[in-house]
């Protein structure tokens, strides 16, 4: 079950990143007090009574003038209605009701999602609740008073959240089916290679950097299984700061990797390996799904015996970080490496799946440490009792030891390189857990 999206909606200035990085717990996006300057990260993993929930700032309103300002708004709120399960319409108190925000509950109010109207700057329930009441005339129903500088009335507004939240005791039966989130930068050819999966033109394509309107799923079968692929293109044609394309795109891949079992990361071999690659790639791997990279449209380029081997130390370079992808050249035009994609598809989904048995992971532990002894600090060193496997997609591991304090990230790889060597686990993130166990 992937974890509902909640979106902040709101005018320039009404408190989006201070809200977000209140429920974020930590500084993540930039606030200043100037309108405009969200920058950085757009999403956040948050969790409340035990309901996690994935949380984006739809941010990006410039107050160039009036119009542009509403035009933006629609553009964040149509972003809301399309990606989130629950829209917070945030407003604020001190400059109170404007134009703009009739306009945009309007739209809120007939997509049919639930909109919870919160109004910021509230500082003192006391003093303001007066004009609180103004809001009720947006029609979004009970306006929630919040200060997100003074984190006053947050829980009382995620208790709300959380209510429209689906119960996982009346979900639907679970898909078993794989499903395939297919990522990347608008123009990759994410819509060209499912079309030619499918054998028919079921995607809308265009040489016109994001012309697919929406996220959409489609099933493609092959050898009697069922796939489903997930073409997170969804970027709007109207959108044409280059800014506002790439964090509509984050918010796309967020929603979809949050489905997935495998992201398929389309590369342009044209463009080459970029910056926005690899954040994109980021995504997937925090979310520890499986991860494919497909390097697009290689029928155009000209090759010579070290073109295929100096573009995959380019990609590597680049996502230093996830060295376990699986990664393969192919064209959508021309069908080339097509097949192979499921080959690879299949060996990903059955590594995140795969079990390790305890007996045989502490034989590994133990050959390993025998050969590189675990770190030490001042004379203290960490021992490892014992290592055993908790869950799978993404195969986690929890090992006992003597003290967290003594571990370190480059001894972790390296015993995570010795399980790889065994087992392989291609494709697929190995996670880590370290739990302490003291000395009798």
Partial sequence: ????????????????????????????????????????????????????????????????????????????????????????FLTDVRQGLVDAD???????????????????????????????????????????????????????????????????????????RPKIAVIGKPNAGKSSIINRLLGEERVIVSPIAGTTRDAIDTTVTRNGQEYVFIDTAGLRRKSKVKEELERYSIIRTVTAVERCDVAVLIIDAEEGITEQDAKIAGIAHERGKGMIIAVNKWDLIEKDNHTMKEFTEKIWEKLSYMPYAELIFLSAKTGQRLPKLFDLIDAVIANCALRVQTGVLNEILTEAMAMKQPPSDKGKRLRIYYITQ???????????????????????????????????????????????????
């Fill in 102 to 176: 009739f306009k945009v509950a309007d739209m809120l109010r007939r997509s049919g999602r639930p909109v919870l109207l919160v109004v910021n700057k509230v500082d003192s329930f006391e003093k303001f609740m007066p004009d609180v009441y103004e809001f009720y005339n947006l029609g979004l129903g009970d306006p929630i008073p919040i200060s997100a500088a003074g984190k006053l009335g947050l829980g009382d507004m995620l208790d709300e959240v959380v209510k429209h939240f689906p119960d996982a005791s009346q979900e639907e039966e679970e898909d078993e």
């Fill in 1 to 88: 079950m992937s974890k509902p999206v909640v979106a902040v909606v709101g005018r320039p200035n009404v408190g989006k990143s201070t809200l977000f990085n209140a429920l974020a717990g930590s500084r993540i996006s930039i606030v200043e007090d100037t309108p405009g300057v969200t920058r950085d990260r757009i999403y956040a993993d948050v969790s409340w009574l035990n309901y996690p929930f994935t949380l984006i700032a739809t941010g990006g309103i410039e107050p160039e003038s009036k119009d542009i300002i509403l035009s933006r708004m629609r553009e964040q709120a149509e972003t809301a209605i399309m990606t989130a399960d629950v829209i917070l």
């Fill in 390 to 440: 908790v869950s799978v997609k993404p195969p986690t591991f929890v090992m006992f030891i003597n003290d967290k304090n003594l571990t370190h990230f480059s001894y972790t790889r390296y015993i995570e390189n010795q399980i790889r060597t065994t087992f392989g686990f291609r494709g697929t993130p190995l996670k880590f857990i370290y739990r302490e166990r003291k000395e009798k």
